[in-house]
């Protein structure tokens, strides 16, 4: 059978991180959700489950508030507060004779230090009359608490000494304190009202009191929790943002701890959870899709949990070879292109899963969603690569010629598509067209997932010690690759290959070939 990889390389090198010998370049995983308020419009990146084999392409980079399943339904409103070049400087006046001296700047109460994560509470502004409450106190001090659990060494909650008027007076005590978050808000008889200042966005949460007694209680109960819950998270994003992802982890596990009592904060903590989990090395697939769950759970609508938890399916199926894996993937799958039936990155997985899982009727269905993808997009590399391999099994040389010759004219460095010509034009004995792409991807493969084709190729050439000593490599990295690999790809038939090229004899039948396909 065809050799069934994937597009993202990991960035580990040890051989049991490395995918599957060719690329079936699983899709970008973007995933953009709404939060309480609406400010934690975000794309998660890429889901880049086994990356580093092939130097494959990684897409482009993707902005905050993009989607690429589809920008309208995820995005939510993320308010921009801008900085007047005067907010904080009192105007100044002509003087009518020279200064005697220079004033000294007075010095801020609170800044960041080098590389620390600073959470600011200004004091809250009172229009509850004589009733007084120490609400900055008590965040600060419930923030610290979670901070310590969380083992979150770099950050710190400090209290601002003086009430923050509006979010432009907010914005500059950010940028001037250099903090990662600003906490502000107002209280009086009836409600309380939270919000925070971030770099690129706010937040707003307020609660209402049914009684003025009811005050005290949401004011030393409620608003510590569900404050601290709103700040973990967005702290947990910017530990995410600057790759500390395992302080993002804690911090969001931390913010979860608090049972915020909104659903679409449990939401969206939980979705972050799933993706890293996800992204840990190793993967914790089962964590990831239990937070995707419950994501899913909250918010069925969300469309990218329901992706993203397709593609961990899949992924998982890799280590355990458990096909009812492949069919939840497509489950999900299904879910989102039902939803969004233009999504290219969707209907190439869903192509791919289709092609892994290669039942009665999958082939067939793997090229109708391929076709798809490239009739939306038909410069899309990943789309053209992967009907490639699909055309290979289908035994249609010219179709599969085409496609990954395309695929090599959009990406030339693109050393998988080389790589599956190798492999096509060994299956359909033409070793002498395979062999100068066998060599362009043997030239980048330092561990052997390439060598099947190769050898494949030289022992259809007559050159029977170069074929076993291909072979012998290429088996030799299938066995140290996840338990079901092996047998997937057919490792006992290649060393059966490899014994009888070391005995003399070239055992490469039309029969041996088509069992490849």
């Known amino acids: 059978m065809a050799p069934e990889p994937v597009d993202q390389p990991r960035a580990s090198s040890s051989l049991r ?14 995933a953009v959700v709404g939060t309480v308020m609406g400010f934690l419009s975000d794309t998660l990146g890429v889901w880049d489950a086994l990356r580093e084999q092939l130097g494959a392409p990684t897409p482009a980079a993707i902005t905050p508030e993009q989607s690429l399943i589809n920008n309208d339904t995820f995005s939510t409103t993320v308010q921009t507060v801008g900085l007047s070049a005067t907010v904080g400087l009192p105007p100044t006046a002509t003087p009518t004779v020279a200064p005697a001296a220079t004033p000294t700047p007075t010095p801020l109460p609170v800044t960041a230090a080098p590389g620390e994560t600073l959470l600011l509470v200004a004091q809250f502004a009172n229009y509850a009359g004589e009733t007084g409450f120490n609400v900055a106190g008590r965040i600060q001090e419930a923030l610290e608490e979670q901070i310590a659990a969380a083992k979150l060494t770099d950050a710190r909650a400090a209290v601002w000494p003086e009430a923050v008027p509006d979010g432009q007076h907010a914005t500059a005590v950010l940028t001037e304190t250099g903090a990662a978050m600003v906490i502000w808000g107002e209280y009086d008889s009836g409600r309380v009202r939270v919000k925070f200042a971030l770099p690129g966005g706010a937040l707003d949460w307020q609660r209402l009191a049914a009684t003025p007694d009811e005050l005290s209680t949401i004011i030393n109960l409620d ?31 931390a913010a979860l701890a608090q049972a915020p009592s909104e659903p679409d904060t449990v939401a969206t903590l939980s979705f ?34 329901h992706y993203n938890r397709g593609l961990v399916y899949f992924d998982r199926y890799w280590h355990d070879g458990d096909k009812a894996g492949l069919d939840l993937a497509l489950a999900d799958l299904d879910t989102v292109i039902a939803r969004y039936p233009r999504s290219v990155d969707a209907l190439v997985n869903r192509g791919i899963v289709y092609y892994t ?23 899309s590399v990943r789309g053209h690569y992967n009907r490639g391999l699909a055309r290979i099994r289908a ?12 695929a090599l004219e959009l990406a030339p460095e693109y050393v998988a598509a080389a790589h599956a010509l190798c492999w096509g034009y060994a299956l359909d004995n033409l070793p002498e067209l395979g062999l100068p792409y066998c060599e362009m991807a043997a030239a980048a493969d330092s561990v052997g997932y390439t060598r099947d084709a190769r050898g494949l190729v030289y022992a259809e050439l007559g050159r029977l010690e170069e074929a076993a000593a291909d072979l012998e490599i290429y088996v030799e990295w299938l066995r140290a690759q996840p338990g079901p690999w092996y047998e997937t790809f057919a490792g006992s038939v290649y060393a059966d290959i490899v014994a009888a090229l070391h005995a003399g004899e070239n055992p490469i039948t039309e029969e041996i070939l088509e069992s490849l396909r």
């Open 395 to 406: 035994d249609d040389r010219p179709g599969w010629e085409a496609d990954l010759q395309r």
């Open 223 to 253: 608003v510590p929790r569900e404050v601290q819950a709103l700040a973990l998270m967005a702290v947990g994003r910017l530990y995410r943002d600057t790759g500390k992802l395992e302080q993002a982890k804690a911090a969001f596990l």
């Open 17 to 30: 991180d490395r995918s599957r010998q060719l690329l079936l370049a699983l899709g970008t995983v973007i």
């Open 357 to 379: 899982r290669d039942a009665e009727g999958d082939l067939a269905r793997a090229l109708a969603d391929l076709d798809q993808a490239i009739e939306l997009d038909p410069n």
């Open 272 to 305: 972050y959870l799933g993706y890293l989990y996800a992204s840990s090395r190793p993967p914790e697939p089962d964590e990831a899709i239990a937070a995707y769950s419950r994501t899913i759970e909250l918010r069925p609508e969300w469309y990218n949990a």
